[in-house]
């Protein structure tokens, strides 16, 4: 049934034997590739927290327009963006004598004494620490993966040719079977045995060649590289 729908599908009804696929290029793993991102919004977060325990720096300038106007400018050292800003007072409001001072520069300083400031700094830079503790943890795992993965494909591999040899002496053994029969020299019962015997291995073949491309494939999903690549 099976080699019905194959050629229905594709016109053959034997599969191709396509070689399979070598290992990929060494590269880094993607639980290692996690960590490092872990790390990377750790180290963003511990930042951030520092950031926002400085004292901030604001500045300003003030320049009267006119004796009813003014315009003031400002910014600060936390966010940097600078702003603007246009008063306008009623004529019937203002208040004799004016001011004669035309510009003002003003500078503060802001300093956060929250409870929750340093904690948030401490709990930030440990978690700094444990990221990178854990991306170590991660690169010795990745290490010892990736050894046990290649040694699973290269026993799978000798398994492989060992399969391949047994199925060659089956083959051979079942062509002797064969011309002693036809010759006189054997029966069929023997002829039967060797081709019995002959499609065990080629069972015991195609089972080694899934667990080679296995083993293969696990090394790709090691490295989270798409399976495309391995067609």
């Not at 490092?36 to 604001?58: G, R, T």
């Not at 004598?97 to 400031?117: C, E, H, K, M």
Request: charged fraction near 15%.
């Amino acid at each position: 049934m099976a080699r019905h729908a194959l050629k229905d599908l594709v016109g053959v009804e034997e599969a191709p034997d396509l070689p399979l696929p070598g290992l990929p290029a060494d590269a880094k793993a993607a639980s290692v590739g996690q960590a490092e991102l872990a790390l990377e919004k750790a180290k963003a977060a511990s930042d951030n927290a520092q950031w926002n325990s400085y004292p901030v720096v604001q500045l300003g300038y003030t320049h009267k327009l006119s004796s009813t106007s003014s315009l003031s400018l400002g910014i600060n050292s936390r966010s940097f963006q600078p702003s603007a800003s246009l008063s306008y007072q009623n004529p019937s409001q203002v208040q004799e004598p004016q001011s004669r001072i035309n510009d003002q520069f003003n500078i503060g300083l802001a300093v956060n004494f929250s409870a929750g400031t340093f904690p948030a700094l401490d709990a930030a830079q440990q978690g700094v620490a444990q990221a990178q503790a854990a991306l170590e943890a991660a690169q010795r795992q990745a290490a010892l993966q990736l050894e046990s993965l290649k040694l699973a494909y290269t026993q799978a591999q000798r398994a492989a040719d060992l399969a391949q040899n047994a199925y060659t002496l089956a083959q051979r053994s079942l062509q002797d079977a064969q011309s002693r029969e036809q010759s006189g020299l054997g029966t069929p019962l023997a002829t039967a045995q060797a081709s019995l015997a002959q499609y065990q291995a080629g069972l015991a073949l195609d089972q080694a060649r899934l667990n080679q491309l296995a083993s293969i494939l696990n090394v790709y999903i090691f490295y989270a590289q798409p399976l495309a690549e391995v067609l």
